[in-house]
């Protein structure tokens, strides 16, 4: 039983290592965000 759940535990970082953080939308909108708050 916890050999099963170690497992899921990697396999679950792994895939949310693997997808992108954010997509470019979130990104682009990061940016505005950050300029605005600098200015």
């Known amino acids: ?5 170690m497992a899921k535990g990697k396999d679950s ?5 693997k997808a992108p953080a954010k997509t470019l939308k979130e990104k682009r ?3 505005k965000a950050k300029k605005a708050g600098n200015a």
């Open 1 to 5: 039983m916890k050999e099963t759940i």
């Open 13 to 17: 970082q792994k895939s949310t290592k």
């Open 29 to 31: 909108e990061d940016k």
